[in-house]
């Protein structure tokens, strides 16, 4: 199957500061991504998708200024977590597809708000 | 609004057991239907696709069957091991406000006991 890259894995930040997550699709132009979140022992919660070159559409209940996605090419979308803080640590996964077709995940990044 | 539910929340049998997981969705108006497994702490491995068209699909051990009219579908798991422990999840993709939307179920834990 064709192969997301989330990144970074791990991060660790200082309450107040920004965060910055990567969606890369490698070999497959993602005319769609979608950026969830997983609290334990929930499911993944869709927070917003994002259509290359548009604005994201977020779910109700995300604040669009505190998560901001940026979607810029057909191979990459970022998740950036403004003043970040506790409340946001947080398991964060983005996925990648090409019209309706088959949905492909990164690994998911754990961000932990110190 | 799309509704996907598992049953059961969590499930415990001995290895070599053949099991069945169970995903139902309330709008049957979906592109497919995705199966994924979840590892404590880790993304997503997507085990299969059934697209709205299609019955079931299987691989190796698994197979997964779709009725879109009635709302479900089944995961089934032969010969159960130790190494199939973890959340597994379904996902529905359907149409959502100017895209596609993917929404999951909560997951069924499953421990296989050796």
């Known amino acids: 199957g064709a192969v997301v890259s989330q990144h970074p894995s791990r991060v660790i930040c200082k309450s107040g500061t920004s965060v910055k997550i990567e969606c890369r699709s490698l070999d497959f132009q993602a005319t769609t991504m979608f950026w969830y979140r997983q609290f334990p022992k929930q499911s993944l919660m869709l927070m917003a998708t994002?259509?290359?070159?548009?604005?994201?559409?977020?779910e109700q209940g995300v604040e669009k200024d505190k998560f901001l996605i940026n979607h810029a090419s057909l191979t990459l979308s970022t998740l950036t977590v403004t003043s970040a803080h506790p409340e946001d640590s947080s398991f964060y996964i983005c996925s990648a597809s090409f019209s309706n077709t088959e949905a492909f995940f990164g690994q998911g990044t754990r961000l932990t708000v110190v | 609004k799309q509704e996907v539910t598992q049953i059961p929340a969590a499930l415990s049998v001995p290895e070599g057991e053949n099991l069945v997981l169970n995903c139902s969705f309330t709008?049957?108006?979906?592109?497919?239907l995705q199966w994924f497994r979840q590892d404590p702490g880790k993304g997503l491995t997507s085990l299969l696709l059934i697209q709205s068209s299609q019955r079931e699909q299987t691989s190796g051990r698994l197979n997964a069957s779709l009725d879109k009219s009635s709302g479900r579908s089944t995961l089934y798991i032969a010969a159960s091991q130790p190494g199939d422990s973890a959340t597994y999840l379904c996902?529905?993709?359907?149409?959502?406000?100017?895209?596609?939307?993917?929404?999951f179920g909560k997951g069924t834990k499953l421990s296989v006991i050796p």
């Open positions: 994002s259509n290359e070159g548009s604005k994201a559409t977020y």
């Open positions: 996902a529905a993709l359907s149409a959502g406000a100017g895209s596609y939307q993917l929404t």
């Open positions: 709008d049957s108006a979906i592109y497919n």
